[in-house]
């Protein structure tokens, strides 16, 4: 069978090789190649050496949108994991309005970024405006909003992982607990949360990958003021692609830093993934 | 149990109050939607009155300026085709890629698969530029470009179950005198129905939603903006002036979403889980 199949190679795998190679790998391979070079447009290339690398770690910008992005990114993966998890407790309680509640509480996820973002930025203004002030006049200002935006958007998909994850703590479990004598506070450390570990990690990284690649809510939002103080990584690479003219290798660069963290956090959660799955 | 009757009383009524809170941002663009553009800004919490009533004439402004019928159009189109484009090729290669065990196909499965932890700033340049130069800068560029980007975690998540389906069927199907072509069609396609219908909510919400690939490979300056891309345009540059128009072209923009969810929340939320479970 194997053998028939083989020769539809073309039917089977071309169509999507082509979109692939147009979509993915010639930018990809041409990106990395980029990085190393000094360019207006892809066609005038010269080849540089590492002084993009150079250019960056003289890149104020790029350090400041860094520590924005991790201090972001901790903020908002604590609150989302915590405010998720507490929601998901109580909606396995089974009362009143269940489903009501799940449907409310999911429906942010499926808004998307832009639009999320200007909603955010009108209703933030709008309670500002009673103190005479506004969102871009103060860069925490625009740290805040933005965690409280990715609260509103991401806690309901969180949610909905861990009730996935409470529902499949058996029942016996918990009842032989309580037998025991346990009380609510110690069934919920020592039975639920170390059963629920695997959607804990799964949240954990989804979080920390959305948070860290985090870009049209910040375009959105702030787009970064006041001065550059609320722009993140990807906001940054975006700025200096687009707006710095002589600076597009130095972009070039960014983005290949920004790659090797991104796929450095993948493969620490793969790593992470498959050794939990030893022990189960 | 009566104090657990009440505990759980009070805990309906804090879930009450954090509804409210979650849909207060949806409702104040709503109620701000309806006012006059000029006293949003004055109080923009209030309910509209007799004097700061518009009635539509914010949603008239926004269609108009922002031609929003025409990016509703486009939207649905790039993502309509591009999700079909995407569960057609996508399975077809997932199943040659499962089923044919030589060295390029599994470095092929592994391409894919490194696509998918690659951030699309490290690629957005490049691939803007490319696309610019093979003239796939159209709505139909942008299926063949969606295909590209969607085709790691669709071939992914396909591979993880085409896996789990047991060569017997298809090898009868095979002796029955089916090519590959009619086996995979016939056979393989309907048992991965429910992979399929997760590939296409994940593609859908991603397409739908997604801003800076149609901004970059499209532009503004054509007609085929998407919505993501013409709300930006409207109300891009800070402080924007209409703010009735901004607020009812946001509405605009919610309701097709929240139409989509209220109809398919049971695929959508299964789907979601899955594809956070296995991506």
Not at chain 1, 119 to 139: F, G, H, K, P
């Amino acid at each position: 069978m194997q053998k028939t199949l083989k020769r539809y190679f073309p039917i089977f795998v071309v169509p999507t090789l082509i979109a692939f190679s147009f979509a993915f790998i010639i930018p990809f391979v041409m990106g990395v190649y980029l990085s190393f070079c000094k360019f207006k447009t892809i066609t005038n290339a010269q080849f540089i050496g590492f002084d993009n690398y150079i250019k960056i770690f003289a890149d104020k910008d790029f350090l400041n949108s860094f520590l924005f992005t991790l201090k972001f990114s901790v903020v908002s993966i604590v609150t989302i994991n915590v405010f998720a998890f507490m929601l998901a407790l109580a909606l396995t309680k089974k009362i009143k309005g269940t489903n009501l509640f799940r449907t409310v509480f999911f429906m942010p996820n499926l808004i998307g970024g832009i639009i999320l973002g200007y909603i955010w930025q009108q209703m933030i203004n709008a309670v500002l405006l009673r103190y005479e002030t506004t969102l871009i006049a103060n860069a925490t200002y625009g740290f805040w909003g933005l965690v409280i935006l990715m609260n509103w958007q991401m806690i309901g998909y969180m949610m909905i992982i861990y009730i996935a994850g409470l529902q499949n703590v058996p029942t016996d479990l918990i009842e032989a607990a309580q037998i025991d004598g346990a009380t609510g506070w110690q069934i919920l450390t020592r039975v639920k949360i170390p059963m629920v570990m695997p959607s804990i990690t799964i949240c954990l990284f989804l979080t920390v990958s959305n948070s860290f690649k985090l870009f049209d809510q910040n375009l959105a939002l702030t787009a970064g003021a006041p001065s550059k103080k609320t722009a993140m990584m990807a906001l940054d690479i975006y700025n200096t692609f687009y707006g710095r003219t002589g600076f597009e290798g130095v972009g070039q660069a960014k983005a290949v830093l920004f790659f090797i963290i991104a796929a450095a956090i993948a493969l620490t959660q793969l790593a992470v993934t498959r050794r939990k799955e030893v022990e189960q | 149990m009566k104090k657990k009757k009440l505990s759980n009383a009070i805990l309906f009524c804090v879930l009450c109050v954090l509804v409210v809170i979650f849909l207060t941002p949806i409702f104040f663009v709503v109620l701000n939607s309806f006012k006059g553009k000029l006293f949003i800004s004055n109080d923009p919490f209030a309910f509209p009155t007799k004097e700061t009533f518009a009635g539509l004439s914010n949603y008239i402004n926004g269609i108009e300026k922002t031609n929003f019928f025409a990016s509703f159009g486009w939207s649905a189109f790039i993502t309509v085709f591009s999700v079909l484009a995407i569960l057609l090729f996508t399975s077809m290669t997932a199943y040659y890629l499962t089923r044919v065990k030589t060295k390029i196909t599994s470095v092929l499965y592994y391409l894919f698969v490194f696509s998918m932890i690659v951030p699309f700033q490290m690629v957005m340049f490049t691939m803007s530029k490319l696309a610019n130069m093979t003239h796939l800068n159209n709505p139909v560029g942008m299926v063949i470009l969606y295909l590209g980007f969607g085709a790691g975690l669709s071939i992914f998540m396909f591979c993880g179950f085409i896996k789990s389906v047991p060569l017997d069927i298809e090898e009868a199907a095979m002796i029955d005198g089916c090519n590959p072509l009619q086996t995979f069609f016939k056979v393989v396609l309907p048992i991965l129905k429910p992979t399929a219908i997760t590939v296409a909510i994940l593609n859908a919400m991603w397409i739908w939603n997604d801003y800076l690939l149609p901004y970059l490979v499209i532009g503004l300056s054509t007609p085929y903006k998407t919505i993501p891309v013409s709300v930006q345009y409207l109300v891009g540059s800070y402080g924007a002036k209409d703010m009735g128009a901004m607020m009812a072209l946001l509405v605009l923009s919610i309701i097709p979403i929240i139409i989509f969810y209220l109809t398919c929340q049971k695929y959508i939320i299964e789907g979601v889980v899955a594809g956070a479970v296995k991506g």
